[in-house]
């Protein structure tokens, strides 16, 4: 079982940035972080393994960064240049065992609470 607890959300004008966090009660080998907007369904963000390997949503656009300190077993999600678009409750995702990289939800067995950012005028 590994327990995921997001802070860092909150409110922030258009343009602006911020810092997501999340800390793992222990290491994971794929972590992810995904995204669900009023309405829709959940959709993945970014994902980086224990290897290095990462990768983007397109609309992300050069404007967020995924990274990882594995001494503090922490996830960050940099994000730059915020857009209203951007509005939605942040998850962070993670899965122990050896996995491809993947946004599909369906392959994460461990889930955060969410972190909500709103950003608007």
């Known amino acids: 079982q590994v327990e995921l607890v997001e802070s860092g959300g909150g409110s922030v004008q258009p343009g602006g940035s911020l810092r997501l966090s999340c800390v793992a009660s222990?290491?994971?080998?794929?972590m992810a972080w995904f995204r669900q907007i009023p309405g829709k369904e959940r959709e993945g963000v970014a994902v980086?393994?224990?290897?290095?390997?990462?990768a983007y949503q397109d609309f992300v656009r050069d404007r967020f960064t995924i990274s990882k300190d594995n001494v503090l077993r922490t996830l960050f999600l940099t994000m730059n240049r915020l857009e209203p678009e951007d509005t939605a409750v942040y998850y962070c995702?993670?899965?122990?065992?050896?996995?491809?990289?993947?946004?599909?939800?369906?392959?994460?067995?461990?889930w955060g609470q969410g972190t909500r950012v709103i950003v608007s005028a």
């Open positions: 222990q290491n994971a080998y794929l």
């Open positions: 980086l393994d224990d290897g290095g390997s990462l």
């Open positions: 995702a993670a899965v122990v065992g050896r996995k491809k990289l993947t946004m599909r939800a369906e392959a994460y067995d461990f």
